[in-house]
């Protein structure tokens, strides 16, 4: 009879063993998934500014390679020197509307 308490002993403290497992390994497995999709969301949102930034660059090499086609380069490089840097021509006065208009 003490044998057969002794294995029950033995099985129940199997089967608890077995369960706390299986629930951490479920835990486990809960926490990954959860991790898992915040990375795929995050990732996806880098996708989504790269494609944009690489669209982007896509148009400005499209307008300088129109540019170098056309062979009107010096009026490029004014235009940018003046909507970019801010430069003027010798001699040109520049007039800043204050009004806000």
Known sequence: MAHKARKQQKSGFSALALRI????????????????QIDIVSKRQQLENLSQQAGAQQAANEELRRVLDSGDEAAYME??????????????????????G
């Open 79 to 100: 235009r940018i020197a003046r909507e970019k840097l801010g430069y003027v021509l010798p001699g040109e006065h520049i007039y800043v509307d204050m009004s806000g």
């Open 21 to 36: 497992g299986l629930i951490c390994v479920f835990g486990y497995l809960c926490i990954s998934l959860v991790f898992a």
